[in-house]
């Protein structure tokens, strides 16, 4: 799952205790354990392997260049959403052949910006955009290509509303039955080849079966398209593999690719190219938001503990109601966690709001929350924040964004520095 583990009542980063980190930068941050990184993505390629997939990591999920150049020296592709995001691509040295740009709104800068980069695919959302892309790359005499994003209409119950993607009634892509008429209409368009379909059915996805309905029914409308003569060699199948917020939750890559391998198998064997965009799976064990408890309140029945970080930090409990474990980063042998859980049977934890600093009563990292009781200076940690956590930080009430760490063994590095004041001010002295 990941290397955050106790040793002797506290909590380590791979070999290096938290405490240590936190005496050299501060709180909050953000700190990251790369073997965690390097285990999923090797696990993730490993359990696909049989497709030889082309694995293009979700720079959306945790963008620092540091990671993203860390997953690109180990083979992946980049799966990228925006020019902000084709640029980190570029930095980090990855073969731009290997990157998927996705996104309902492309603006032509950015498209020009994608084609002459060289990347991989676009994944086409509309006809307006298709029609706007193949114009860019004739303009510029270049020849992009293009995997239509198609909504097979099969979702997870325990995706939340917010992250669902793959129903007809999103905005992204187009459904089944408009997919035939797209090639019809462009599949021999000579600027943007149309030769791959793309799909992305949400995120977190617990199992394997929203794939597999997914992927037959892509597989089916691909039968039919090269039966009317189109030429379709890849499919891309997305992200949305689910992580660990709590021990065990996820299945495993192989219980995901069990599933899928099989299907997909004969599609490969023919020659075809296969493409996965995980960034979740890969990115959300992998760090954690260390925040410092500032103060202790009572509030009606209700126990309050007030931190140093909280929604500009890390959104999700906000935002998707999301559950993240959170404990404190050293605590009494009885206190030891057995495994990340919501039900944990341990006596003497006290039901706490863990809240944060900023003026919403939105402001929350958890609700309800049984901990260890803690007082003003205790450090806690917000387990499984790697994914979506800094990507989605913001400066509001003007606070400044918390470092990001990278731990190796028993060194660890300062992969962004902790803003400052005048970073806040900084684009505003015009
Ligand atoms: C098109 C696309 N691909 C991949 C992903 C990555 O999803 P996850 O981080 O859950 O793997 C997303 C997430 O929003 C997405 O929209």
Redesign the pocket.
Known sequence: MDHFNYRDGELHCEDTPISEIVESVGTPAYIYSKQTFLDHFQAISQAFSELDPIVCY?I??CGNLHIVKLLASQGSGM?V?SGGEVFRAQQSGVDMSKVVY?GVGKTDEEIEQAIRAEIGWF?IESEAEFENIAAIAARLGKEAHGAL?INPDVADARTHAK?T?GSKETK?GVDIERAKRFFHTYGKNEHCRLDAI?L?IG??IYSPEPYVKAITKTLEIIEELRADGFTINTIDI????AADYETGASPSYKEYADAIVPLLKPFKDAGGTVIL?????I?ANAGVLVTEVQYIKQGGAKKFVICDTGMHHLIRPTLYEAWQFIWPTKVAPEFVPDKRAKDLAIDGLEVSEIVGPICETGDYLAKDRPIPPVDRGDLLAVFSAG??GMVMASHYNAMPNPPEVMVGGDAFLTIRRRETYEDLVAAERV
Do not use: I, L, M
Request: without cysteine; charged residues 20%; aromatic residues 12%.
């Open positions: 979700s959306k999920s799966d959403v996705a994944n994003r992250t993607t992204f793309h992305h995120s977190p997305g992200g949305g593999y965009e995980p960034g979740r799976t990115a994914a979506y």
